[in-house]
């Protein structure tokens, strides 16, 4: 063998072992790679994970919270009702007793012309009873305006005393009446609709 093909083959050798080498560390740069690659698609799911529990707390917060607002909202509604049906009520019982001060002043008049039509006596020729009829007519006209507003005249004489439409100013021993029934009305009390706006002031059996 000359040196030629000495050469040659020495070459050719070299050559191959290099590639080999070469083909080598490719193969083991592929397999880092495709472990690499590996991990990062390990991470990428578990970094998905995450990010998809952490959305599913941000929508349960949120649904919490949406839920505490929509409890807030029905509790202002019905405090709101309530407010209302509360002022509705008082306007209404205002405005039903707004009369009430009125006539507890004109109270005292009717009074005084009750004092003076008790003057009378039967005979309604004499002066006295023609000086009178007109105090009557006068009378008679604000007893119809006192009903016409619901204002009604305690019934007392012969019940039994009552706090809250009697105030007892005197007493009395009654043969034949038991204790605590009222013997006279010494002051008419009155009544606007079903409230006492005064009471009565009366003599009491003892």
Do not use: W
Not at 26 to 34: G, R
């Amino acid at each position: 063998m000359d040196k030629e093909e000495k050469y040659e083959k020495h070459e050719h050798h070299d050559y191959e072992k290099h590639y080999d080498k070469h083909e080598d560390k490719h193969e083991h740069h592929d397999k880092h790679c495709d472990k690499h690659k590996d991990k990062k698609c390990k991470c990428d799911k578990h970094d998905k994970h995450k990010e998809c529990k952490c959305h599913d707390d941000k929508l349960e917060e949120s649904l919490k919270r949406i839920k505490e607002l929509e409890e807030e909202v029905l509790k202002a509604k019905a405090d709101n009702i309530n407010y209302r049906k509360r002022k509705d009520e008082e306007v209404s019982k205002m405005l039903e007793f707004a009369n009430e001060d009125l006539v507890k002043d004109i109270l005292p008049s009717i009074d005084n012309f009750e004092r003076a039509i008790n003057l009378d006596d039967e005979n309604l020729d004499d002066e006295l009873s023609k000086f009178l009829a007109g105090f009557k007519m006068i009378y008679c006209h604000l007893v119809e305006v006192m009903e016409k507003y619901d204002v009604k005249v305690i019934d007392d004489k012969g019940k039994a005393f009552d706090p809250k439409f009697h105030q007892a100013v005197l007493t009395e021993k009654v043969e034949g009446m038991e204790p605590g029934m009222v013997v006279e009305v010494m002051q008419k009390g009155y009544m606007l609709k079903d409230k006492v706006i005064r009471p009565a002031m009366v003599k009491v059996s003892e």
